[in-house]
């Protein structure tokens, strides 16, 4: 069974820095390309960022709004995607949601982390 | 960016009835474009993708039609565990952007 677990999430002050991770199973991590998606309280869906896998660079899409604070990376060899998250802003409170991208899309999606930014 | 406008924000409805949401985009995102079904306090679960291709495990209940700016997902029948929000996503252009939603429930 294809399986995403996210862990890491709490409560984190403003400025300060917190690493997500995203543990697969059930499938070979290194074939897919990875996504990240937020939720606010009560909000709609917002793209973090995606990950292609090796056969395609490897290379990283942010959205504006994380690009320069946030990274993705990730580790074949254990199949674990990370979301490292610094300078955090009370707006990055949300569910952090990992996925294997169907393309572009959020193809299977794991229950989520909840990160909340407060002092 | 494009920027996805899905209406109506709200569907009430009954069961066994059809329900049609619409998901309209700024610009052409020609046939990218995702369906996903969320309830409440769970992930979101994608429906259809490039605009018409059920998912793994769909119900054909379910379908996604249109292209360029104009998409609609329709759900023939509807059943009691159909009532949910729905969101729409493009993949055409980054960053990848999300229509504020469609809930759909009970009448």
């Known amino acids: 069974e294809v399986q995403l677990v996210e862990s890491g999430g709490g409560l984190v002050q403003p400025g300060r820095s917190l690493r997500l991770s995203c543990t697969a199973s059930?499938?070979?991590?290194?074939?897919?390309?990875m996504s990240w998606f937020r939720q606010a309280p009560g909000k709609g869906l917002e793209w973090v960022g995606f990950?292609?896998?090796?056969?395609?660079?490897?290379?990283?899409e942010y959205a504006a709004s994380v690009k320069g604070r946030f990274t993705i990376s990730r580790d074949d060899s254990k199949s674990i995607a990370y979301l490292q998250m610094n300078s955090l802003k009370t707006e990055d409170t949300a569910v952090y949601y990992c996925?294997?991208?169907?393309?572009?899309?959020?193809?299977?999606w794991g229950k989520g982390t909840t990160v909340t930014v407060s002092s | 960016e494009i920027v996805l406008t899905q209406s109506p924000a709200t569907l009430s409805l009954s069961p066994g009835e059809r329900a049609t949401l619409s998901c309209r985009a700024s610009?052409?995102?020609?046939?990218?474009l995702a369906w996903y079904q969320q309830k409440p306090g769970q992930a979101p679960r994608l429906l259809i993708y490039?605009?018409?291709n059920r998912a793994t495990g769909i119900p054909a209940r379910f379908s996604g039609s249109g292209s360029e700016t104009d998409f609609t997902l329709t759900i023939s029948s509807l059943e009691p565990e159909d009532f949910a929000v729905y969101y729409c996503?493009?993949?055409?252009?980054?960053?990848?952007?999300f229509g504020g939603g469609t809930k759909v429930e009970i009448k």
């Open positions: 059930g499938f070979t991590f290194g074939d897919y390309a």
């Open positions: 610009q052409s995102v020609s046939s990218y």
């Open positions: 990950i292609r896998n090796k056969a395609y660079g490897g290379t990283i």
């Open positions: 490039d605009a018409s």
């Open positions: 996925t294997r991208a169907l393309a572009g899309y959020g193809g299977v």
């Open positions: 996503q493009q993949r055409n252009n980054w960053p990848l952007t």
